[in-house]
């Protein structure tokens, strides 16, 4: 079923012909019960209302939410034949299905009865001489309504599969992703994908494994969304719900067998954050070991992606199987040496070599970019990485204009490579130190400037907010309209901190930015590069935070934290600070300032208050 939205009762009216209508009818007396979810058409990208004046993609409906899908979810009839045969979707690009409810076990009854209902109320708003405004809320109740009705059936246990079926009329594969979370956000997730082919498909996945991470039992989001932006496109949904076979497990002798199940694998982030470089006919045109290096000429065109995508602030590195020392010298010969960070050269595979680089440089690597002139090679990545960008060498002149790798030049781009090698001297330096991990850094000097959002620091603070995932409290990127509005008065209470960090191997530049309501002394955003991870500066921040809060009578700080599913290390975070969730599940608190561990690692310079110079603060104990 789907979410009912005044003015679009119209069914959508199909040929009986050229569809598998015996499958389908098999498949739907195969089911003795099923969860009724209600879907509703979302964006993957989702920040309203405030994308709806930012985003291009922005396309109002009826009811002034952002239409994903070409014609919404429509209702389709196989004309001349009672009854509704399934939904009919097709994706725009960020849209994807989303239902948010408990998926309880309904009875065939039941659910005739929603249709029924459901076919009431439509033909009710078709006709009915009503205001724009009491339309839009009749069809909002009856979604309540039957939301609700849905929710309570049976408990989930009984499901045996969620189960889609359908029809593509689209003439390639599409691959989508299946998610089901809970509503809370921080636990665990299911998410696996599967393929849509053209034509009748039918795909399982065992409730048993579902049930395994997420309860069934209490409201959850279940999504699915397209893994890439789709051509044009057009899928009927005959089934698409967590359901109880009548007699057993078996699928119906009429549907051909369902592909397997496939694994889950995250798919490669928006952006890239560093290129994996193979050298010989690569990076070079010739080999090292055969050739010699009076017989290399450098591939003009990398070198040219090379030093641009260095000015954005993208990392290059190299996977190469060749002789280290060699390889090395030559890339210096060819002044090319000071670019690539973390270099893996030998003869292992370099699916391990770029693990090495991820680890090294501690970066996920689902941000990284391949480059090899060899299929295995790519193909043995690709194995073992299924969530890297592989690409051939053929490919190397378009690396510059690849949305991916579209990002801003600013200051700290610039320097982001210089920084990550001062990063290697604090690890060759902490490596070769005779100490416990927190002694060394408190022997690094680190200091944490405080300063208040401003012109001169709002490029890198947006920058900034696209990059971070692991760090991210809120889960998501701020829009750069979020911090316009910050920094010219707009967002009524609250205040952008920016945070900038420094020890004395060198300067990190703005590493973290927070959005605080002062009234509430309530972080409604936080972010950190992972370039300061481990390094005790949150732990510094919110002492700072919770100090200036004990000054106007507060003992405690909270802060959002929404479970992105890539920002676990934030989550552990709050746990090793002693934040502890409050009545809301995105909602956590801190302790009082003398029970926050590890706060006096880290120097905190406070520069939001222009009418006094810059001071370190000691932190006052509770």
Same mark, same amino acid.
């Given at each position: 079923m789907r979410q009912t939205v005044a003015g679009e009762q119209k069914p959508h009216l199909v040929e009986g012909n050229g569809l598998p209508l015996a499958q389908f009818a098999a498949t739907r007396k195969s089911i003795a019960l099923s969860s009724s979810l209600i879907w509703g058409e979302h964006c993957s990208e989702c920040a309203m209302p405030t994308c709806y004046g930012t985003c291009a993609f922005y396309t109002p409906r009826r009811d002034l939410k952002c239409r994903r899908f070409d014609k919404g979810i429509e209702d389709v009839r196989v004309r001349g034949a009672p009854g509704e045969l399934g939904l009919r979707v097709s994706f725009r690009k960020w849209g994807k299905l989303e239902a948010e409810m408990r998926p309880a076990a309904v009875t065939r009854q039941r659910g005739l009865a929603l249709r029924l209902g459901e076919t009431v109320v439509n033909e009710f708003l078709a006709v009915a001489p009503l205001p724009h405004r009491l339309h839009d809320g009749v069809a909002i109740a009856w979604t309540r309504a039957k939301t609700k009705v849905a929710s309570a059936g049976s408990s989930a246990a009984t499901f045996d599969a969620f189960l889609i079926e359908g029809f593509s009329e689209t003439g390639v594969d599409c691959t989508f992703t299946l998610t089901v979370k809970p509503k809370t956000s921080t636990g665990r997730y299911f998410q696996r994908h599967f393929t849509m082919k053209p034509g009748y498909n039918r795909i399982e996945f065992a409730a048993a494994d579902i049930r395994a991470v997420v309860d069934l039992d209490n409201r959850v989001l279940v999504q699915v969304e397209p893994v890439e932006t789709l051509p044009d496109n057009a899928f009927i949904f005959t089934v698409l719900e967590f359901v109880a076979f009548a007699g057993s497990h078996e699928a119906p002798t009429a549907a051909p067998t369902?592909?397997?199940?496939?694994?889950?694998?995250?798919?490669?982030?928006?952006?890239?954050?560093?290129?994996?470089?193979?050298?010989?006919?690569?990076?070079?045109?010739?080999?090292?070991?055969?050739?010699?290096?009076?017989?290399?000429?450098?591939?003009?065109?990398?070198?040219?992606?090379?030093?641009?995508?260095?000015?954005?602030?993208?990392?290059?590195?190299?996977?190469?199987?060749?002789?280290?020392?060699?390889?090395?010298?030559?890339?210096?010969?060819?002044?090319?040496?000071?670019?690539?960070?973390?270099?893996? $050269?030998?003869?292992?595979?370099?699916?391990?070599?770029?693990?090495?680089?991820?680890?090294?440089?501690? $970066?996920?690597?689902?941000?990284?970019?391949?480059?090899?002139?060899?299929?295995?090679?790519?193909?043995? #990545?690709?194995?073992?990485?299924?969530? $890297?960008?592989?690409?051939?060498?053929?490919? $190397?002149?378009?690396?510059?204009?690849?949305?991916?790798?579209?990002?801003?030049?600013?200051?700290?781009?610039?320097?982001?490579?210089?920084?990550?090698?001062?990063?290697?001297?604090?690890?060759?330096?902490?490596?070769?130190?005779?100490?416990?991990?927190?002694?060394?850094?408190?022997?690094?000097?680190?200091?944490?400037?405080?300063?208040?959002?401003?012109?001169?620091?709002?490029?890198?603070?947006?920058?900034?907010?696209?990059?971070?995932?692991?760090?991210?409290?809120?889960?998501?990127?701020?829009?750069?309209?979020?911090?316009?509005?910050?920094?010219?008065?707009?967002?009524?209470?609250?205040?952008?901190?920016?945070?900038?960090?420094?020890?004395?191997?060198?300067?990190?530049?703005?590493?973290?930015?927070?959005?605080?309501? #002062?009234?509430?002394?309530?972080v409604e955003n936080f972010f950190m590069s992972c370039r300061v991870q481990h390094k005790k500066v949150d732990h510094a921040f919110f002492a700072w935070l919770i100090e200036r809060a004990m000054a106007r009578g507060q003992n405690v700080v909270s802060t959002v934290f929404h479970f992105s599913g890539r920002n676990q290390s934030a989550q552990q975070v709050l746990e090793e600070m002693k934040f502890a969730p409050a009545g809301d599940d995105e909602i956590f608190v801190s302790p009082r300032l003398g029970e926050l561990p590890e706060r006096d690692i880290v120097a905190v310079i406070d520069c939001t208050r222009a009418e006094t110079e810059a001071e370190a603060l000691p932190l006052m104990e509770n």
């Open positions: 369902a592909p397997a199940i496939e694994a889950a694998v995250p798919k490669p982030a928006a952006k890239v954050k560093c290129v994996v470089w193979d050298l010989d006919n690569t990076l070079w045109r010739g080999t090292l070991i055969e050739d010699g290096f009076e017989n290399l000429s450098l591939n003009a065109d990398a070198v040219a992606a090379i030093k641009e995508l260095d000015q954005r602030g993208v990392l290059h590195s190299i996977a190469s199987k060749n002789n280290p020392d060699e390889a090395l010298d030559a890339l210096k010969r060819f002044g090319l040496g000071e670019y690539f960070l973390a270099p893996q $050269i030998g003869w292992d595979p370099k699916s391990g070599a770029i693990a090495e680089i991820a680890r090294r440089l501690n $970066i996920n690597k689902n941000t990284f970019v391949f480059i090899d002139d060899q299929a295995f090679e790519r193909a043995e #990545v690709s194995s073992a990485h299924p969530d $890297i960008r592989v690409l051939d060498d053929s490919r $190397i002149g378009e690396l510059a204009q690849m949305p991916e790798l579209d990002l801003p030049v600013t200051e700290e781009a610039r320097n982001r490579r210089q920084m990550y090698q001062v990063e290697e001297m604090r690890d060759s330096a902490f490596r070769e130190a005779d100490s416990s991990f927190l002694d060394f850094l408190r022997s690094c000097e680190i200091s944490l400037t405080i300063s208040s959002l401003a012109e001169a620091n709002l490029a890198r603070v947006f920058e900034l907010s696209q990059r971070t995932n692991q760090l991210n409290y809120a889960g998501r990127a701020s829009t750069r309209k979020d911090v316009e509005d910050l920094l010219h008065g707009h967002g009524s209470g609250k205040e952008g901190l920016v945070l900038s960090c420094a020890d004395k191997f060198g300067d990190y530049g703005i590493i973290g930015f927070a959005i605080v309501d #002062v009234e509430r002394f309530h």
